[in-house]
T-cell receptor, first 115, second 114 residues
């Protein structure tokens, strides 16, 4: 079974600064997908960024980028130029390839962006 | 663009009662997933359906059952409700094939068991 670990329960960053959220995972699979989801106070689950394990290039989406280290089974999220709207719970998630494959989530990191 | 619809958005039940949660996937999506998120916890996978057949099963209690209908909407039936069933229940939908497709989450149904 796969496990996802987020060791930072809470983090704080000032507006316009950069913050990195950590995630490690454990799997025996060689091919898989990794995701970061954002859950703001509205509780809606919003996909932030995804990474295919077979791609060496780190994924980037505007101010969000990842540092994917497959050998170390590490998948960190970097948020640049933090904005107040980035305040949310962030979940790292793992998915095996396959039809109707489930997401396995980490325990989340609560990020607070301050003025 | 159309999103995943869940109804009701809020539900209050007494212990030992039953509840039915409904999920309407994005049009043309053939796969539905159910997740349960307890207070202060991460979402936990319950069950998934692809083309109206159960595809995978997670930590879903025997008191719960679900199905996907011919129009691809899904219902999660919960019986003998317990206090611990109070949670946010998410439905997500996707295309089943190819093997990776983004899961789009609905807004969730907040169930409170008193």
């Amino acid at each position: 079974a796969q496990t996802v670990t987020q060791s930072q329960p809470e983090m704080s960053v000032q507006e316009a600064e950069t913050v990195t959220l950590s995630c490690t995972y454990d799997t025996s699979e060689n091919n898989y997908y990794l995701f970061w989801y954002k859950q703001p106070p509205s509780r809606q689950m919003i996909l932030v960024i995804r990474q295919e394990a077979y791609k060496q290039q780190n994924a980037t989406e505007n101010r969000f980028s990842v540092n994917f280290q497959k050998a170390a089974k590490s998948f960190s999220l970097k948020i640049s130029d933090s904005q107040l709207g980035d305040t949310a719970m962030y979940f790292c998630a793992f998915m095996k390839p396959g039809t109707a494959s489930k997401l396995t989530f980490g325990t989340g990191t609560r990020l607070q962006v301050t003025l | 663009a159309a999103g995943v619809i869940q109804s009701p958005r809020h539900l209050i039940k007494e212990k030992r009662e039953t509840a039915t949660l409904k999920c309407y996937p994005i049009p043309r999506h053939d796969t539905v997933y159910w997740y349960q998120q307890g207070p202060g916890q991460d979402p936990q996978f319950l069950i998934s359906f692809y083309e109206k057949m159960q595809s995978d099963k997670g930590s879903i209690p025997d008191r719960f059952s679900a199905q996907q209908f011919s129009d691809y909407h899904s219902e999660l039936n919960m019986s003998s409700l317990e206090l611990g069933d109070s949670a946010l229940y998410f439905c997500a939908s996707s295309f089943g094939q190819p093997s990776y497709n983004e899961q789009f989450f609905g807004p969730g149904t907040r169930l409170t068991v008193l």
